[in-house]
């Protein structure tokens, strides 16, 4: 293990911060040379993954249990605990904040590539920009997950002066870093992603790890979401989705029994038939959590949250269960009146197709064109609710109010997205707006934390790992 300014670690690879890598190779490191080593950075097992499910514990979605039996608070760890508890410090010196420490590592894979692709040997000049356009889309994911966990949330008039994180572009693990405004960490992730869909390709190469013009797409219309300019992100979720826009109708899975472990004893009841996110049709670009099953079978649902699904949305009966096993499973449901999530498969994280329309319905309903709004809701909730329940709404079925279908357009984001991690992102950009304002409550032995709009307690402590070596950095509040 190696010391970083940002407190990564490095693992295959020596990375410079020269233009070209040391004419002298290492001994038992290995240096990429040919397009090939770099399109294997690529598809290697570090990249597949992206952030940590364990931030939606911040959440109003997330409600741990205390008491046996069914006790879920503190099965969680104490850095688990302390976010649950609104505690911006989670990991303590020497603890690992993974989202730090893997996103960074992420970003100096696709520095390397970026830094180095066009000297590589072999390959043509397109295939050598199409990789390094995969690189600038996954260094721009990266960045915009980091500036939303560790700062404020974007915002026009304070974004210049408030501060966000490092923005790492070059792959020298000896480089000085300067803590960035949320503003510039912003301007250079719109950059890497226009700078991506110039030479991505149209289709995924071999998998769906790899990217695609519809993920560059797909990922400007995210950013725009999030700094409120609904213009651009409807135009971006136009673009993508005119490039990718089917979805699967969830009416066709099911549970299986006993799930993916038979031999072990008291086998997990509740995993589905939904395909792997790499082979599901509304993956654009995949990956999964660092911990492939994040959450499942750790969090419980709110009531908040439980009282927004039926049983006849799909989602609710195929992601969530009344019990767990082993045991005799303990029944959630008869307690509490709430679920537990499983979602106990792979899952894509990353850039899908179902959140182009709801990107795109929310900023039609911004503009009061509540029609197109609803249709796009519509189609999803058609691939969702049990063929027999299916309504499709007209603006009629909410008075023609144009602010009672956006908070429809809202909830459905809700019911689609919850514990991908978007919700704490959505928690801050609608503090920003007095009317969707909300304080959030969890209550953990005997004591209830409330977090407030606009809280620094949203905001996560930088890693003690990294400032430790970076005393200058301003730390949050």
Not at 15 to 43: A, Q, W, Y
Not at 230 to 253: I, W
Request: hydrophobic residues 40%; glycine residues 6%.
């Amino acid at each position: 293990m190696k010391k970083l300014h940002l407190y990564i670690i490095t693992s295959a690879l020596i990375l410079s911060g020269c233009t070209k890598f040391l004419d002298i190779k290492p001994k038992d490191k290995f240096i990429p040379i040919t397009v090939t080593d770099f399109e294997n950075m690529l598809n290697s097992g570090t990249i597949v993954n992206f952030g940590d499910q364990y931030w939606d514990l911040l959440s109003d979605d997330a409600f741990l249990p205390e008491g046996e039996p069914g006790n879920l608070y503190t099965k969680q760890q104490l850095w688990g605990r302390k976010i649950y508890t609104f505690n911006t410090s989670p990991y303590e010196q020497g603890a690992n904040d993974y989202l730090w420490s893997e996103g960074y590592k992420r970003i100096f894979y696709f520095n390397t590539i970026i830094n180095n692709i066009m000297d590589a040997t072999e390959g043509s000049e397109a295939t050598k920009k199409s990789v390094r356009a995969e690189a600038y889309l996954g260094r721009a994911m990266e960045h915009l997950q980091l500036v939303n966990v560790y700062a404020h949330h974007y915002d026009a008039a304070t974004a210049a002066t408030q501060p966000g994180v490092p923005i790492a572009l070059i792959a020298d693990i000896n480089a000085k870093f300067a803590r960035n405004t949320v503003k510039e960490v912003y301007e250079q992730v719109l950059n890497d992603a226009n700078a991506a869909i110039a030479d991505l390709p149209v289709k995924n190469k071999l998998t769906k790890f790899r990217a695609s013009k519809a993920g560059g797409y797909a990922l400007l219309a995210r950013v725009y979401l999030f700094m409120g300019d609904y213009t651009n992100a409807r135009k971006n979720a136009d673009l993508a989705l005119s490039l990718q826009s089917e979805l699967v109708n969830m009416n066709g899975y099911k549970i299986t029994k006993p799930g993916p472990f038979p031999n072990v004893p008291g086998a997990p009841v509740g995993w589905t038939d939904i395909p792997d996110g790499q082979l599901n049709k509304e993956t654009i670009v995949a990956r999964h959590f660092l911990r492939p099953f994040g959450l499942g079978q750790d969090v419980c649902a709110s009531p908040e949250l439980t009282a927004l699904f039926s049983d006849n949305d799909k989602r609710w009966t195929l992601y969530y269960a009344n019990g767990w096993p082993p045991a005799p499973p303990f029944n959630y449901m008869t307690r509490y009146q709430v679920k537990i999530y499983l979602r106990g498969d792979f899952y894509s994280n990353f850039l899908n197709v179902p959140e182009l329309y709801l990107i795109r319905a929310e900023c039609l309903a911004r503009e009061n064109n509540m029609t197109d709004a609803l249709a796009d809701i519509n189609k999803l909730r058609s691939n969702r609710i049990v063929p027999a329940a299916y309504v499709a709404y007209a603006p009629a079925d909410f008075g023609n109010d144009a602010e009672r279908v956006l908070r429809f357009v809202l909830e459905e984001r809700r019911r689609e997205l919850a514990f991908t991690g978007m919700r704490v992102i959505d928690l801050k950009r609608l503090n920003k707006e007095t009317r969707f304002q909300k304080t959030i409550k969890h209550t953990a032995e005997g004591r209830v934390y409330e977090l407030l709009p606009g809280s620094n307690n949203y905001l996560r402590q930088l890693w003690p790992n990294a400032t430790v070596f970076n005393p200058d950095w301003p730390l949050n509040p």
